[in-house]
């Protein structure tokens, strides 16, 4: 079994950063490195939605159109840690965001995804 843990959101103005962070843990503590990983997010009212993913060692990522420049996807598999850099937050990028994790080098559907963390509140004000 393996656990996500997210943590960094919150409350920000148009325009402001947030730095969004989740931690792996179970059986990821020895192979962490053989999972793509990757951000969902579901505003209120909304389906979930693809955000960015991740390849297993960080060599290919892919982001949904409307992210695209501002937001940064990253790992660090000495930590077993995923991150979610966002920049020029707009109030529509208000939403529940969702780390996932998937046994597989690459992944960007959410079928693909096995795991998910209980998700982080993050709210863009304006």
């Known amino acids: 079994q393996v656990q996500l843990v997210e943590s960094g959101g919150g409350l920000v103005h148009t325009g402001g950063s947030l730095r969004l962070s989740c931690a792996a843990s179970g059986r990821t503590c020895s192979g962490f490195s053989n999972y793509a990983m990757g951000w969902f997010r579901q505003a209120p009212g909304k389906e979930r939605e693809f955000v960015a993913a991740i390849s297993w060692i960080g060599t290919w990522t892919y982001y949904t159109d409307s992210v695209k420049g501002r937001f940064t996807i990253s790992r660090d598999n000495a930590k077993n840690t995923v991150y979610l850099q966002m920049k020029s937050l707009k109030p529509e990028d208000t939403a529940v965001y969702y780390c996932?994790?998937?046994?597989?080098?690459?992944?960007?559907?959410?079928?693909?995804?096995?795991?998910w963390g209980q998700g982080t509140q993050v709210t863009v004000s304006s």
């Open positions: 996932v994790a998937a046994n597989t080098q690459y992944a960007v559907t959410r079928k693909e995804y096995h795991y």
